[in-house]
C-alpha cells in the first residue's frame, strides 16, 4: 500500500506547466527541464500610424499633427480586456497626463502598438511627445538608455 501511494506521489509532483512569454506565444514547461512552444506563429500586433504635419498645443510648444487629425482607434477585444486591470487607453492617458501636469484632455495620442500582453503609446502631452510603455496592465514611461 505504501509503495503504490509513493508511486502515484511522484507521478502527481511533476506536471507540466504552460505559460506565456511577453509576444503572446504559450509555452508548455516539462518536468524534465524541456521546454517547447505550443502556439508556434507570433500572435499579430496592431500598429497605427499617421502622417504628421505641425500643430501647436495650449502651451504654445509644437506636436506635429495634421489639422484633420484623429486619434487611432484601438481593438475593442484588446481594450475590454484591459479593462479589468485598469489599463485601458483611458487609463493610460490618465497617467500621462499626471506625469505631465496637464489635462487629459491635453494628451493626444499620436500612435499605438499593442497586444494584450504590452504596447507602446506614442503621445503628445501638452505639446510634448512622450512614449509609455504598458507590461500587462503596468503602465510606465519609456526611457531611452542610448
Same mark, same amino acid.
Given at each position: 500500500?505504501?509503495?503504490?501511494?509513493?508511486?502515484?506521489?511522484?507521478?502527481?509532483?511533476?506536471?507540466?506547466?504552460?505559460?506565456?512569454?511577453?509576444?503572446?506565444?504559450?509555452?508548455?514547461?516539462?518536468?524534465?527541464?524541456?521546454?517547447?512552444?505550443?502556439?508556434?506563429?507570433?500572435?499579430?500586433?496592431?500598429?497605427?500610424?499617421?502622417?504628421?504635419?505641425?500643430?501647436?498645443?495650449?502651451?504654445?510648444?509644437?506636436?506635429?499633427?495634421?489639422?484633420?487629425?484623429?486619434?487611432? @482607434?484601438?481593438? @475593442?477585444?484588446?481594450?475590454?480586456?484591459?479593462?479589468?486591470?485598469?489599463?485601458?487607453?483611458?487609463?493610460? @492617458?490618465?497617467?500621462?497626463?499626471?506625469?505631465?501636469?496637464?489635462?487629459?484632455?491635453?494628451?493626444?495620442?499620436?500612435?499605438?502598438?499593442?497586444?494584450?500582453?504590452?504596447?507602446?503609446?506614442?503621445?503628445?502631452?501638452?505639446?510634448?511627445?512622450?512614449?509609455?510603455?504598458?507590461?500587462?496592465?503596468?503602465?510606465?514611461? @519609456?526611457?531611452?538608455?542610448?
Amino acid at each position: 500500500m505504501t509503495s503504490l501511494f509513493f508511486i502515484s506521489f511522484l507521478s502527481f509532483s511533476q506536471d507540466n506547466h504552460i505559460v506565456k512569454t511577453e509576444d503572446g506565444r504559450r509555452v508548455l514547461l516539462k518536468a524534465d527541464f524541456t521546454w517547447e512552444y505550443i502556439d508556434l506563429v507570433k500572435p499579430k500586433i496592431k500598429e497605427v500610424k499617421t502622417e504628421t504635419t505641425v500643430a501647436k498645443t495650449s502651451k504654445g510648444d509644437t506636436c506635429k499633427l495634421a489639422e484633420d487629425f484623429v486619434e487611432p @482607434k484601438l481593438d @475593442k477585444k484588446i481594450q475590454t480586456e484591459l479593462k479589468k486591470g485598469r489599463a485601458t487607453i483611458i487609463h493610460v @492617458k490618465k497617467k500621462v497626463a499626471k506625469d505631465n501636469k496637464c489635462e487629459v484632455e491635453d494628451v493626444i495620442l499620436l500612435s499605438a502598438k499593442e497586444s494584450k500582453a504590452s504596447g507602446i503609446y506614442h503621445f503628445c502631452a501638452n505639446g510634448t511627445k512622450v512614449v509609455y510603455k504598458r507590461s500587462g496592465h503596468s503602465i510606465a514611461k @519609456k526611457i531611452k538608455l542610448f
